[in-house]
């Protein structure tokens, strides 16, 4: 079993920025891949950014060149720092884990078998 708990969601203004965090635990795997997603009231859920175990990462167009997935593996946490927000994202946010996974990791939500509870992220126009 793997744990994911995210935190610093909050209310901030269109052009604002917030860094969101996720913190993991579970069993050892040398693979794995980790997501952001993200689900907007009356959408559905919505892969933003996906990192693999090396690091790499997958972003859609939407968030490319205003948001930054990354992770630390000495503090088993993952990261997510939007800037330059916009009204549409807002939604609630989650962190996920596919674990094992090799290969490319896959930017749908079922692909992942680890989630957490969310975190509310609100931009004001």
């Known amino acids: 079993q793997w744990q994911l708990v995210e935190s610093g969601g909050g209310s901030v203004q269109a052009g604002g920025s917030l860094r969101l965090s996720c913190a993991y635990s579970?069993?050892?795997?040398?693979?794995?891949?980790l997501g952001w997603f993200r689900q907007a009231p009356g959408k559905e859920r919505e892969g933003i950014a996906v990192?693999?175990?090396?690091?790499?990462?997958t972003y859609t167009d939407s968030v490319k060149g205003r948001f930054t997935a990354s992770k630390d593996n000495a503090k088993n946490s993952l990261y997510l720092e939007m800037n330059s927000l916009k009204p549409e994202d807002t939604g609630m946010y989650y962190c996920?884990?596919?674990?094992?996974?090799?290969?490319?990791?896959?930017?749908?939500?079922?692909?992942?078998?680890?989630w957490g509870q969310g975190t509310q992220v609100t931009v004001s126009s």
């Open positions: 990192i693999n175990s090396a690091g790499g990462t």
């Open positions: 996920a884990a596919r674990v094992p996974w090799g290969g490319r990791c896959p930017t749908i939500g079922s692909a992942y078998n680890y």
């Open positions: 579970g069993y050892s795997s040398s693979t794995y891949c």
